[in-house]
């Protein structure tokens, strides 16, 4: 796999994901949503100031054409009517969804399309990281480990179905978190 397109990847874990593709040394191109609002369009600029420093990364503004090895799609919210109509044939696409977003008609309409579905569990990183959150860090996994895991089965070529586990503990994935928050200092002292 050399090169991906990632549709919607305009949250953390998008990012994330894309991050993990490119210290691979896959090139990934991203598609942005617009921002729902001004605190995710302030997150978007900062995360993105860092990542379009990697050669790897590219912002594109047109529907993708083809010539990509893969094709990912995430929406955080609901998925916008005919996000799957810029599929091109002969190019594996793959649509991934939070637990919370698990809907059997979008899974009909992407299965029909030949887009597998991955459901993503439950995660934590900066932006429930604080004591109240307690419960999503327990019952959730790190972005990283999601994003990590993600992306190396989407580099093998394994048909047997993903499973996530647990491999950062809390504590370990506490300095993470805590870089992140200097890296967006405008998001996160806003707080």
């Not at 992407?110 to 579905?117: F, H, L, P, S």
């Amino acid at each position: 796999m050399k090169s991906v397109l990632v549709i919607g990847a305009d949250e953390f874990f998008g990012l994330s994901f894309c991050e993990r593709l490119m210290e691979e040394g896959i090139s990934v191109d991203v598609k942005l949503q617009e921002a729902s609002d001004e605190k995710k369009r302030l997150y978007l600029e900062e995360r993105l100031m860092w990542l379009v420093r990697n050669q790897h990364f590219c912002v594109i503004e047109q529907d993708a054409g083809s010539g990509y090895d893969k094709i990912f799609i995430q929406y955080p919210e609901k998925m916008p009517e005919k996000a799957l109509d810029v599929l091109t044939e002969n190019t594996p696409a793959f649509l991934l969804l939070y637990e919370h977003q698990e809907d059997e008609a979008v899974k009909k309409e992407a299965d029909e399309k030949g887009v597998q579905t991955i459901v993503l569990p439950d995660m934590y990183g900066p932006w429930n990281a604080g004591e109240e959150d307690e419960e999503s860090r327990e019952s959730g996994f790190f972005v990283d480990d999601v994003a990590s895991q993600l992306a190396v089965y989407m580099m093998e070529k394994d048909p047997s179905p993903l499973q996530f586990k647990r491999r950062i503990t809390e504590e370990e994935a506490a300095p993470k978190i805590e870089e992140w928050k200097r890296q967006m200092t405008t998001i996160f002292d806003k707080k």
